[in-house]
């Protein structure tokens, strides 16, 4: 017979099923049962989009009464783009709903599952509750802290290189793991680079995978003082938005030029070395900016690192060895004296990708904050 656990572990492989269509919204599955039978079935697949509470319940029609609802995340209680997903439960006849984790959305917050309590539904919180959070640690994130979400993303070699002293660098991964990459691009709402990169590269920063159907990111680019060519490729907004992060002593004519091209800018102020990402991340989130993959060099990197503005580390490791003691390592700025100084981080998960290997890491967090 299945458990409780079971189900919800099928609505929460329904819930991910969407990554990258749902920002800012976050994944939800739900999964409805009636005698041991699934009756409904339902995730929210893209943002503006019915709920998934809406697909299982029409799914299940009469079949919802006296049923469980087995939901991954708490049902909405406010009125915003749609309806309020705990009116429609409660309204369904379902005689018990299980919820993998509170919304943590100030708006909702507990009140949906108050709202069911008070119908004389039954109501059980908790089951696989840290799955569903790690499924939704960038929502979870966004209500918490009122940024975006950082993903520090960077290829190396064993010998931990991401380039060659004259900063070549392609490729350090094999093309199993640059696939892997463009996954990943469609899944964020913006991917952040340097000027430098620019400069060197002229890259796309686009989404290119086999099927087509990939979601192209925000092209973002911290560059001070306006350095990006007229004529690079970000600066073509035809296929992408692009914002550029500027300081406050930017080229006005260079500005508008950019601007004349549908390239938007945002002017921060400096901070104690370059610009004050702080400030430039906050103004990210009110431009849509909910999830931010880094693929900085070694500047930009530091920058977020003395910050303490990376959230998650994700780490390809190439089996090739640079060596030279002038290769360019993922993190530049100044050099500490103790090793107990290092920033503390904890393994996730490690995944071979074709000839490589995936790391994801977190900042360790400290026990204050357990």
């Known amino acids: 017979m299945k458990t409780d656990q079971d189900y919800m572990r099928l609505a929460l492989q329904l819930a991910a099923s969407a990554k ?29 989009e019915p709920h998934a509470e809406v697909h299982a319940v029409h799914m299940a029609g009469e079949h919802a009464k006296d049923a469980t609802i087995y939901v991954t995340l708490e049902p909405c209680s406010h009125y915003g783009k749609t309806p309020p997903c705990a009116k429609l439960v409660k309204e369904s006849g379902v005689a018990r709903v299980v919820v993998a984790t509170e919304d943590p959305n100030p708006e909702v917050a507990g009140r949906g599952i108050q709202l069911l309590r008070n119908a ?8 696989l509750q840290q799955e569903a959070q790690k499924l939704n640690e960038r929502f979870i994130h966004n209500m918490l802290k009122a940024r975006p979400f950082v993903s520090a993303k960077f290829a190396m070699t064993l010998d931990g290189k991401i380039s060659t002293h004259n900063g070549h660098s392609q490729w350090i991964t094999g093309e199993e793991a640059r696939v892997d990459v463009h996954e990943l691009r469609h899944e964020v709402d ?28 925000v092209r973002i680019v911290l560059d001070s003082t306006l350095k990006t060519p007229i004529n690079a490729h970000i600066a073509d907004t035809a296929e992408a938005r692009t914002i550029i992060i500027a300081g406050p002593d930017a080229s006005r004519q260079k500005m508008q030029a950019l601007e004349k091209q549908g390239v938007e800018i945002i002017q921060v102020a400096k901070g104690s070395n370059g610009l004050n990402i702080e400030a430039a991340l906050k103004a990210l989130y009110k431009h849509g900016i909910t999830h931010l993959l880094v693929e900085g060099g ?73």
């Not at 004389?120 to 089951?127: A, S, T």
């Open 20 to 48: 990258g269509n749902t920002n800012p919204n976050p994944l939800v599955g739900a999964v409805i049962v009636k005698d041991g039978v699934v009756v409904g079935t339902g995730l929210h697949r893209k943002a503006g």
């Open 298 to 370: 070694g500047n930009v990197n530091a920058s977020f690192l003395r910050s303490g503005l990376i959230d998650q580390y994700i780490v390809y490791i190439a089996p090739k060895v640079l060596g030279g003691k002038n290769s360019i390592t993922p993190f530049t700025g100044a050099d500490i004296d103790m090793i107990d100084a290092a920033s503390k981080l904890e393994f996730d998960k490690v995944t071979r990708i074709g000839e490589d290997l995936r790391i994801i890491a977190y900042p360790k967090k400290a026990k204050s904050d357990e």
């Open 190 to 217: 913006g991917i952040l680079v340097g000027v430098q990169t620019v400069l060197n590269d002229n890259p796309k920063l686009t989404t290119r995978l086999k099927d087509g159907n990939g979601r192209n990111p």
């Open 120 to 127: 004389g539904i039954e109501v059980d919180v908790g089951i």
